[in-house]
């Protein structure tokens, strides 16, 4: 049970795993050869619109779409998958919605989701109240506790390899838009793998839209592991 739940809350936070993962205490050991500059919070990946296709394998595998535009801060994160471990087996239909205020994640077997509060506006919040160095991509990534570990041509894209240890998931990166995230934990592998990606397109804005029969049940950030917990149960 122990695995099936720790599955069940990677597969519900990995679009946000980043930002609950490690934040806190973690510093930029790249910044002393960086300028102090200031970061512009309004972009977080460095193109402004894109249509980013994965491939999900390992415990969980099947496909991902990601759609994004206002340079992600608004993005929709499909993901039609199954889950097999230790003899348990359950398919997964999500819709992750990360926009404005909120952020929105649907089973769309059920028709039911969860809305917490957008944490990149609170990530904003914190950063700005101090010194930034670089984009605020890298911000991201720092502030989880990710560290870069190296570089990697990818999809023909120069990408830059972050670590974050305590969640053992390696990230690549390009403009800090992720085409490679591969995370190992208790025996656990999920592997998403970008197979396509077109930028500054426009996406469809029924990519972020929920439906009207989906039911909503608001939920604290900071208790959403205790809620997933039970649901898992």
Request: proline content about 2%.
């Amino acid at each position: 049970m122990k695995n099936i739940y720790r599955i069940t809350f990677l597969t519900f936070l990995f679009p946000f795993l980043i930002f609950i993962s490690g934040c806190g205490d973690s510093t930029d050991k790249e910044s002393g050869d960086k300028n102090i500059g200031t970061t512009d919070f309004s972009k977080r990946y460095g193109v402004k619109s894109a249509i980013v296709e994965y491939t999900v394998t390992g415990s969980q595998s099947g496909t991902k779409i990601l759609y994004f535009e206002n340079w992600g801060m608004r993005q929709a994160e499909y993901t039609n998958s199954v889950l097999q471990i230790a003899g348990f087996t359950k398919s997964i239909n999500l819709l992750n919605i990360l926009a404005d205020d909120s952020n929105i994640i649907i089973d769309l077997n059920k028709g039911t989701g969860t809305k917490t509060k957008n944490p990149v506006k609170k990530l904003i919040s914190e950063l700005q109240n101090q010194k930034s160095f670089g984009e605020f991509g890298e911000q991201i990534l720092l502030k989880s506790g990710a560290m870069k570990i190296g570089k990697e041509k990818f999809l023909d894209r120069d990408c830059d390899i972050y670590e974050i240890k305590n969640a053992g998931t390696r990230i690549w990166v390009w403009k800090w838009i992720p085409l490679k995230t591969i995370t190992k934990t208790s025996g656990i592998e999920i592997n998403s793998i970008a197979k396509k990606i077109d930028i500054n397109i426009p996406v469809p804005e029924e990519k972020f839209r929920v439906s009207e029969n989906v039911t909503l049940t608001e939920v604290d950030l900071d208790n959403i592991e205790d809620y997933l917990r039970q649901k898992s149960e």
